[in-house]
């Protein structure tokens, strides 16, 4: 992929944007003071959060590379931190192909280090929003090949889509699209865990002016409706795990599983 750097839309610094207050939540650097304002009003927990979303992404995709499959469509990209999905799953299967995607103009800018791929490997970028799912999928079968496996990862993406915009419609349209043996790997804020952290966490971002979906269990589960869960089956980030050495005990907010296509 060649970027066009005369293409790239224009910068709206004057409203928060997810991608930007995640960046800050993991100590990155590229976000505005209307991000930070909105990251500094958030409890000491959303850290924490981003934290273990973040190390689930690593545990998951690396078990996926691990059972051979080698196509990875990660919508909900945000800023590169390292490692990133593709440094993970190259690191294991240097072939692997990645697609990343993201609404963020900010995450174009910092598409080149996305594409840094493993030799033997490819990685490619979209820019366009989960809402619009077709230009996304019509974009990634130029890269991916759609009658073999692929790993769509959704992380900490859905709950940024509250219900009126149809959020399970998104991912089951998304999915719709996968060939039997592909996974689904998503992440999304809990509204039952802790239910007064994360009514503050919505009312903070409200005020950013970032709408919040944040859902129960039951809601969540939804996402994975037709699919075969993978064990640990749908529990919080830091209970995921499919190796021997488990992540440390601590309580989280965040719901996470990995689901098979039948």
Known sequence: MTIDRQSFPPLDTSKAHPARVY???LGGKDNYPVDEAVAEKLPPEARDA????????HRASAWLAEQGVDQFLDIGTGIPTQPNLHQI????????????????????????????SRPEGVTDYIQADVRQPQDIVQHARH???FSRPIALSLIALMHFIPDDQDAHSIVRNLVGTL??????????????????????VTAEYAKGGIQLGFRTRAEVELFFDGLDLVSPGLVTATEWFRTDRAPAQEGSGIYAGVARVR
């Open 23 to 25: 960046d800050w939540l």
């Open 50 to 57: 981003a934290r273990q979303n973040r190390e689930f992404m």
């Open 89 to 116: 799953v190259q690191g294991i299967t240097p072939s692997a192909k990645v697609v990343y995607t993201d609404n963020d103009p900010i995450v174009l800018r910092h598409a080149e280090a996305l594409l840094v």
């Open 143 to 145: 890269i991916l090949d």
């Open 179 to 200: 060939p039997q043996g592909s996974y689904l790997v998503l992440s999304h804020a809990s509204s039952d865990v802790y239910p007064e952290l994360s009514a503050q």
